[in-house]
């Protein structure tokens, strides 16, 4: 297991690729969450978003967006495996398909739990020098666990697009758009079904903050995944983490299937 | 002799083409088997079955006796068709990852780089490399770890002279060392100077295998003339070591054993008092042999 992780990190700390976009979510994450808390006129502030607790429900909402660039990330290294035909020369060198899944894995979560770390330094800073909040910082933190379910089961999505597609182009086009696909599925399915639909639930995971403080501008509809959903979010992570694991081993299961080119 | 490779009854189809059909063979320790056959014959789907990226629709296989396993390949170095590397990585890191992948020490990547003469360019990247370095590398990935077994589909394939006299020179070390390698080519004149073996295929099908002088027929010719054609092949045929007399034209052609060779036939004829006009060695002609099996 330790070797498997240390093969994937070989391929990618000298792959400018990955550094780009981590690069761009962690730069960006801060950037975009100061700029947000300096929004606002005389009569609305939302410089209350940095305060604990509620940083944490804040950070993450807006760490859920970031993660379709790291779903993106895990898209663009999957597909190479194929486009450079590595995987097939792993199989070759001693792997199996196993060993992919499981190497695949262990960099989701590897990934998953970086970006949570990081979350949790960007609001734990956020929180501090903001003051104005007597809570103490580790309430709510659940967020940040809920967010790293998220975040493995979007880069569990990518795993998935990117083993059936292979082609790198198609599968970031296919990953990014399947929030769109599953809504218009969901369409033909009656309530309360659509409502455990995979993305949505994922999506679900890290409830938008907003809604609750802040009045909704008009001409913005946003569905409140809590007021309406109603699912309440110890299912929805429940849920969510049974999706994570059927996706793996349907990604296990379209590997054994094909030859491998 | 221990199977190294046991090949059951394998067969593979893509759709209605059928790639193998029916392959049963046996390659033992210490035999540098060729593949041999037209384009599409079926040896690269062979070679990818025996290393497990290509699932058989029939048959089974076994290495070293043993069901295959990612644990068997981890012992065997192949070369599969065209070279698979990371094109943003450097050879030196590519082949690390090979090493960790193999369970072989580290040290291993720089022996392998200078065998095949690119240690110069160990820290460039995988993408920077002409073909025929891009094919050197793969074969420096395929000793990594000095397994036993080599596995190598096309091994020359884009190599200039100088570097096909070198990957030939490093096949025939290895084989000299008692390595098994299963080889897959059409390049005859490659097959015949580091074969012990040969199988042909032709459209997934098993022509004949065996060692490679009775397939191939690569046992070299002598041919001879006088003035009376006639007195000559009876004398000939009198002469220890000789064989396979027969008359083509106006010369005699003859196969020798082992051990002796032209001027020992000019003698044994002088001594029977027969004069040769001419005593020549003719190469036997493989491309005609091989041409005349697959027909
Ligand atoms: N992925 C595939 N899809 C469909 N047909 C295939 C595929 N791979 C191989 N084939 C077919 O299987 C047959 C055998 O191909 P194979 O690659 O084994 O030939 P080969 O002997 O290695 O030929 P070459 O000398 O050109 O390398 C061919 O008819 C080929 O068209
Ligand atoms: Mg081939």
Known sequence: ?261 | MTAVLNINGISKSYGKVKALNNLTLQINQGEVFGILGPNGSGKTTTLGIILDVLNADAGSFTWNGEAPSKYSRKKIGSLLETPNFYPYLTARQNLSIVCKIKEVNESEVDRVLSVVDLISRANSKFKTFSLGMKQRLAIASALLGNPDTLVLDEPTNGLDPQGIAEIRAIILDLANEGKTIIMASHILDEVEKTCTHVAVLKLGNLLTHGPIQTILNTQEQVCVSSDDLEILKLTLSQIDGVSNINQTGGKIYLMLAEGKDSAYLNKALFDKGIVASEIGIQKSDLEANFLELIK
């Open chain 1, 1 to 261: 297991m330790l070797d498997l992780i240390k093969i994937e990190y070989k391929k990618i700390i000298p792959y400018r690729t990955f550094w780009v976009i981590f690069g761009l979510v962690f730069l960006l994450t801060p950037a975009v969450f100061y700029g947000i808390g300096q929004m606002g006129n005389d009569t609305v502030s939302f410089s209350s978003i940095y305060q604990f607790p509620d940083v944490w429900n804040n950070i993450t909402y807006l760490g859920s967006w970031f993660n379709l660039l790291i779903g993106m990330c895990v898209v663009i290294l999957i597909c190479n495996e194929f486009s450079f035909k590595t995987f097939r020369q792993h199989v070759i060198d001693g792997q199996d398909k196993v060993d992919f899944i499981v190497s695949k894995v262990l960099l989701i979560v590897s990934f998953a739990l970086f970006s949570a770390l990081y979350l949790f330094i960007v609001g734990f800073l956020f929180g501090s020098i903001s003051g104005g909040s007597d809570v103490s910082f580790v309430k709510d933190i659940k967020y940040l666990l809920i967010y790293f379910i998220q975040a493995i089961g979007y880069m569990s999505v990518a795993l998935i697009v990117a083993t059936l597609v292979r082609s790198t182009a198609l599968s970031i086009i296919l990953f990014l758009s399947s929030i769109a696909i599953e809504s218009i599925i969901q369409l033909a399915i009656p309530y309360p079904f659509d409502k455990y639909f995979p993305m949505e639930i994922i999506a679900n995971l890290t409830p938008n903050p907003f809604l609750k403080d802040i009045a909704v501008q008009p001409g913005i509809e946003i569905a409140n995944p809590l007021a309406e959903a109603q699912i309440p979010l110890n299912t929805t992570l429940i849920v969510a983490v049974v999706y994570i694991f059927i996706f793996w081993g349907i990604t296990y299961f379209i590997l054994t299937k094909k030859d491998i080119k």
